[in-house]
């Protein structure tokens, strides 16, 4: 029942947390809160503290049962099974500790009111474009949190891979500026505590599951910024690492049972191999090593076939989709974890929340590989798998090579072309992310050969091919990593975001023409992408490239008399090349109009007319 006496405030105002108990050796109870009206009935805490073990649970509420408690092989921990009634209140409610079959003490749990809208929240979709950023190289937006006395890795900004200070405070800084240039997705690399002695900067190796770490801001702060960003009709992805924690985690000093992280804790290296998981002919053992080994010492792999590891963290993503009103989350190293935790993981959120959105990466090239995840595929062994969403690097690879290749007859934009044509492989294409780069690879405009020309014909075609365009911080400004392919470099600093800086993204201070005029096209770009239904929901089709030419249209119909269609054309000849829409007779007609999307020019589809040499030109036929 509902503590006698004390109000809901009165109780908030006497804890550190959301729960509190009179036994002071409680050290953690996680999740620390939960909310009435979930749509699963079904809650498993786990409580840490010195032989917690020996108490058995009784709740004193008659809307909440408590149906088992478990200690695993540590009895520093017990796993408390609860069956919530459906008609449980918002409140504080009581459980007695018993030892001994004594009242030994008692703890205090919340459960706070879900939103109404919340269940059937609509995650990110086609009709954004997600902007991904480092928090810590982005902007500082608070100097005070810069380090943290009770956290290893201090402020250093000398290193290439120290702290350099960038925080949740300096993106809520810079909203506007998102905005503006049209983004309507914020991908934050991972926020949660990283108490790692050194590297700790990209948010990789989790230490606390529930807390943002200080050097970023706080919880609470999180919120800030996603109800913040909502405002100004931006969504958050939060980056979730399902695989692996940090190796100073604070169960490392303490697990919960002996194989809660694979080989008993042990280091013992994965070999990479994702193709184990589909090849016919795979050692059983290299498909065990691809799944249980660790990605380097420092990141222990979690055990997902443990059933209480795989409920912590679905419970987990659950807890911050409800508590950040998240739009999507972007699951790392997808494929390492176990696929039939996997499989309950992605039910389990969609049973919440139906419309969310979980995008996987799987890092591979091969468009098999990566088709074999996606929701509806019918795959060779009758896995089930509900993830909607991957990362597209098949598509990613095509225009790096597309675009730097010299032309021929199975070379250059044929690359591009063929990856597009492999589409029948995805049970939704449409539901990829698609993307230039991301915070592991090389900069585009490097990846390019700091051509500014095939940049913007990249940066253009991710904008209206089919799918979520993602573009990392940066590419709006050309920002790039010549001679090296460090991390540390790649992920340099955000021009504008410290105080020490001469030069500024956000104001324009200091560009160069080059930076500004990239700058213009992508804010104009996304701007205009972000009103056109025919790029978020249109199907595509496309014409096999002939003398550095390649178009494609976007359409909302299937024949040629639809006024909603996009044309793109990407030129690649160094030469302004004449377009006949002739050869384009399902989707032209001579009675056709055109206007250039980004130069305001128009057209007339009765005879040739000509585009630039190395450009893209987005034209709406009318």
């Known amino acids: 029942m509902v503590i006698a006496g004390l109000s809901f405030q009165q109780v908030q105002a006497k804890a550190q947390f959301s729960w509190q108990s009179n036994l002071n050796h409680i050290q953690k109870v996680e999740p620390e809160f939960w909310w009435s009206e979930m749509t699963s009935q079904q809650l498993q805490l786990m409580l840490y503290g010195k032989n917690i073990a020996k108490y058995t649970i009784k709740s004193q509420s008659g809307q909440i049962q408590v149906k088992k408690s ?28 018993i030892e001994n079959n004594q009242v030994a003490g008692y703890l205090d749990y919340q459960f706070k009111q879900r939103d109404k809208h919340s269940k059937m929240r609509q995650g990110f979709n086609n009709s954004d474009v997600i902007y991904l950023l480092m928090p810590d190289r982005f902007a500082n937006g608070n100097e005070a949190n810069d380090s943290v006395e009770s956290l290893k890795d201090k402020l250093d900004i000398s290193r290439k891979d120290g702290r350099h200070g960038g925080d949740i405070q ?12 049209g983004f309507t997705q914020l991908w934050l690399n991972p926020v949660l ?21 200080e050097r970023l801001g706080s919880n609470s702060l999180y919120l800030e910024l996603s109800k913040k960003a909502k405002e100004k009709g931006i969504g958050i992805i939060k980056d979730v690492i399902l695989n692996h924690i940090g190796s100073e985690h604070w169960w490392m000093s303490d697990l919960p049972s002996q194989d809660w992280v694979n080989h008993q804790g042990k280091y013992s290296p994965t070999n990479h191999r994702r193709e184990t998981l589909h090849d016919p002919h795979a050692a059983p053992s290299d498909k065990e090593n691809y799944v249980s080994g660790w990605f380097v010492p420092s990141m222990p792999d979690l055990n997902q076939r443990n059933p209480y590891v795989a409920n912590y963290l679905i419970q987990n993503s659950i807890w911050w989709i409800e508590y950040a009103d998240l739009s999507g989350i972007r699951l790392d190293t997808y494929s390492y974890s176990d696929r039939d935790f996997l499989t309950r993981y992605t039910q389990r959120i969609h049973e919440e929340f139906p419309n ?23 795959r060779h062994d009758d896995y089930q798998s509900e993830l909607p969403s991957l990362m597209d690097f098949p598509l990613q690879q095509a225009v790096f090579e597309g675009l730097t290749e010299k032309e021929s007859w199975k070379d250059g934009l044929l690359k591009i072309y063929g990856a597009l044509a492999n589409d029948f492989i995805y049970a939704a294409p449409e539901n990829l992310v698609v993307f230039p780069d991301n ?21 253009g075609f991710f904008a209206t091919v089919r799918g979520t365009p993602q573009y990392l911080y940066g590419s709006e400004i050309l920002m790039s990593n010549p001679g090296t392919d460090d991390h540390g470099i790649i992920r ?31 804010k104009k770009l996304l701007n205009w992408r972000k009103g056109n239904s025919v790029i978020h929901d249109g199907k595509l089709m496309h014409y096999a490239p ?27 000849n160094d030469k302004p090349t004449a377009i006949n829409p002739a050869h384009y007779p399902e989707m032209l007609n001579v009675s056709d109009k055109a206007i250039d999307v980004m130069l305001e020019k128009n057209y007339r589809m009765n005879k040739p007319f000509r585009v630039d040499g190395k450009s893209i030109t987005i034209m709406e036929i009318k």
């Open 546 to 572: 002939q003398n550095g030419i390649y178009v494609f249209f976007r359409y909302l119909k299937n024949d040629s008399e639809s006024a909603d269609k996009v044309m793109v054309i990407l030129n690649k």
């Open 439 to 459: 915070h592991d690879m090389s900069r585009i405009y490097t990846q390019l050969n700091h051509d500014v020309a095939l940049t913007k014909m990249a940066i």
């Open 356 to 378: 969310f959105t979980l995008v996987g990466e799987e890092w591979t090239y091969n468009p098999n590989i990566l088709a074999y995840w996606q929701k509806g595929k019918k």
């Open 70 to 97: 478990t200690s695993l092989n540590n009895s520093n921990y017990l796993f408390i099974d609860l069956i919530l009634s459906s008609e449980l209140k918002a409140g504080t409610y009581r459980f007695e500790l």
């Open 492 to 522: 340099t600093d955000f021009p504008g975001g410290w105080k020490s800086h001469r030069n500024s993204a956000f104001t324009g201070k200091g560009l160069s023409k080059d930076q500004k005029v990239m700058q213009d096209f992508m």
């Open 170 to 181: 300096g993106i809520i800084n810079h909203l506007d500026y998102l905005e503006s240039m």
């Open 193 to 213: 505590e990283n108490n790692q002695k050194q590297v700790s900067y990209h948010g990789y190796s989790t230490t606390d599951y529930y807390r943002v770490d």
